[in-house]
């Protein structure tokens, strides 16, 4: 089907027009969604985001525009998984297999692991300003490095050292206090 006749049917509130938006374009909004989530929450979460997506879809037509549906899509479940993220108080990994930068509000677990997740927060705030800000809007606030790179003002490239050096603090704080081993 037609991404106009699809909009149509939506327009005019037929369900086979958000069934077929949804067969269309949910392999293209699943990897937004899961791009930035990363793996940080459950399976059946990431499914909501996505399913969110298209129900925001469904909501507000009007903001459906042909040509445009694309692009809309994955700006709405961008938004969407970063918010996700927040209200969940969950954080992305410092690197693929490394550990996860606490929220605030989680709850602290055993004595060893809010000893950890102290020192963990303890490493980040210890950075300079710029640097702690740009570890924070990628790691927990799942901003990718040209949208850093946007907000700030800054080069790509600066980011992506910025984003390195705090991961080598990090590292290095974590491996002096017991919580890392040295490879």
């Known amino acids: 089907m037609r991404e106009e006749t699809i909009l149509q049917k939506i327009y005019a509130g037929d369900p086979a ?49 042909p040509g445009a549906v694309k692009a809309w899509l994955g700006s709405v479940a961008r938004h969407k ?10 954080t992305l990994p410092l ?16 004595l060893e ?3 950890e997740r102290r020192l963990v927060r303890q490493a980040v705030e210890a950075l300079p300003g710029q640097d702690r800000e740009i570890f924070l809007r990628h790691y927990y ?6 949208e850093i790179a946007g907000r700030m003002a800054l080069n790509e ?10 991961r080598m603090k990090l590292k290095e704080l974590l ?9």
Do not use: C, H
């Open 17 to 65: 027009g958000l069934e077929a938006l949804m067969e269309r374009y949910i392999p293209y909004v699943s990897a937004v969604v899961w791009n930035i989530l990363r793996g940080a929450m459950p399976a059946e979460d990431g499914e909501e985001v996505v399913s969110d997506v298209f129900l925001a879809a469904w909501s507000q037509p009007e903001a459906l525009r």
């Open 81 to 90: 998984a970063k918010n996700k993220l927040r209200l969940m108080s969950r």
């Open 95 to 110: 690197e693929e297999d490394a550990l996860d930068v606490p929220g605030p509000d989680d709850p602290p677990g055993d």
């Open 113 to 115: 692991r809010s000893e």
């Open 141 to 146: 606030y799942a901003q990718t490095v040209q």
């Open 157 to 166: 490239s600066t980011v992506k050292t910025r984003l390195r050096r705090g």
């Open 175 to 183: 491996t002096r206090e017991g919580l890392l081993r040295e490879a």
